[in-house]
């Protein structure tokens, strides 16, 4: 190989890498108003949607736990394709989070079109959304870009179901790289948001042949839970918080909960009953700071989970659609 051929091929490689590299600042000089437009759009919609943070949050772990980070969640199905948002498991995401991503979008586009990735903007407005709600202020890598493939067929094992065991739910973050004790921390997220009666009947209704509910709960907050889910025919709409004593604030209460019995799903009974996840609870219950710290450094990881880089993506004109479809 002559010396010039040599040149290219190390300039090539140079490349390569770059754009491999995810940075804070990704935006700084081709779009300087990135950070100010998602965060004026995630405090608007917050503020008329209190949801929107625990909604938000949620889209973004079941976005990145099927394909990695790569706003795959946001493509809609259409005669020719099947996409994940449609599995069952995704159906009760909320309309709100799609909205808040769409809304940055568009004013995105305005501002720097073909710019900015969908993925980008989700991993943001999470962490924005979080720290607005009284969460920890974390850093977010930039310069994913968005998937191509987005299929149902491939979303079942890759998400904790209510009718997965405790250690399969670990197991699916532990393949992805975590630790017990991060799974312990991304959990805490359950400290904003709500669940559907059908996420949790089967621990207040018909659980036992004694009390019929699942006696690790507090009873008061079964009468409560009961009452509220009465005509939910075991399912429905209605939803409870998952944190009742303060559901629109991230602090370290939901920990506090769970040694009380108001962990409202089973996994959070079991984040407490078990010798593997019981020591990181107390210590999260105990010291909010330690929870934050915990917490911050597991999003900073997850948020780049598969995240996809120069040719392996797209900047998508549309978070719902993929560029080629429309062409």
Do not use: W
């Not at 568009?106 to 720097?112: D, K, P």
């Amino acid at each position: 190989m002559d010396f010039h051929h040599l040149i290219l091929l190390l300039l090539f490689v140079s490349i390569s890498v770059s754009e491999a590299k995810l940075s804070p600042n990704y935006y700084q000089k081709s779009c300087p108003d990135f950070e100010r437009i998602v965060r004026e759009t995630i405090t608007d919609k917050q503020m008329s949607t209190p949801t929107t943070a625990a909604g938000t949050l949620r889209l973004f772990v079941h976005d990145c736990l099927v394909e990695g980070c790569d706003a795959s969640v946001l493509v809609s199905s259409n005669s020719f394709n099947h996409a994940e948002r449609d599995h069952d498991i995704n159906l009760s995401l909320p309309g709100d989070a799609f909205e808040v991503v769409t809304r940055a979008k568009t004013a995105l586009e305005l501002s720097c079109p073909k710019t900015v990735s969908c993925a980008d903007i989700l991993a943001q407005a999470t962490r924005d959304l979080i720290s607005m709600v009284g969460g920890p202020f974390y850093t977010v890598k930039l310069g994913r870009k968005d998937g191509l493939v987005s299929k149902a067929s491939r979303v079942e094992g890759n998400l904790p179901r209510i009718s997965k065991s405790f250690d399969e739910s670990i197991k699916i973050f532990e393949s992805r790289g975590f630790t017990v004790q991060e799974f312990a921390a991304l959990l805490g997220g359950h400290t904003i948001g709500f669940s559907h009666c059908k996420e949790f009947s089967d621990r207040i209704f018909n659980y036992g042949k004694t009390s019929g509910y699942d006696p690790a709960l507090n009873p008061k907050f079964v009468a409560g839970l009961r009452q509220l889910c009465a005509n939910s025919t075991r399912g429905g709409s209605m939803a409870a918080f998952n944190d009742v004593m303060t559901p629109g604030k991230f602090d370290n209460m939901y920990y506090q909960n769970l040694p009380r019995g108001l962990g409202l799903l089973a996994i959070d009974h079991a984040l407490y009953a078990s010798p593997r996840t019981r020591p990181f609870v107390e210590m999260f219950a105990k010291d909010q700071a330690a929870f934050f710290q915990a917490f911050s450094r597991a999003m900073e990881k997850f948020s780049v989970l598969g995240a996809k880089t120069g040719r392996n993506g797209e900047i998508r004109s549309r978070c719902d659609a993929f560029n080629s479809l429309r062409t």
